[in-house]
């Protein structure tokens, strides 16, 4: 069957995977803001999570799943946020 996403797409179409993936986003969004309200240390890079996490958001609302340079790029915003949410480099 493949990667995850390629799953969702086939079988919800674009529209369904694009509100969760943008659901999910803005999950994690929200908490990465609340730790760095109160100083918390648990994310090490709050700022930079929260930046990737924004174009992470921009993008799903409008990709085409079937385009690679857009799933690319998309994949990359998740490893950057990612990266900032441990403090180090996410293994690929």
């Known amino acids: 069957m ?3 996403l390629e799953w969702a797409h086939r ?17 994690v969004f929200d908490m990465v803001s609340r730790e760095e309200s109160v100083k918390s240390k648990v994310i090490p890079n709050p700022a930079e999570c929260k930046a990737a996490l924004s174009r992470f958001q921009d993008m799903v609302r409008s990709i085409d799943f079937d385009d690679a340079a857009s799933m690319l790029s998309l994949k990359e915003y998740a490893r950057q ?3 900032a949410f441990l403090g180090e480099p996410f293994p690929e």
């Open 2 to 4: 493949g990667h995850p």
């Open 11 to 27: 079988f919800k179409g674009d529209a369904k995977p694009r509100e969760e993936f943008h659901e999910d986003a803005t999950i």
């Open 81 to 83: 946020a990612l990266e």
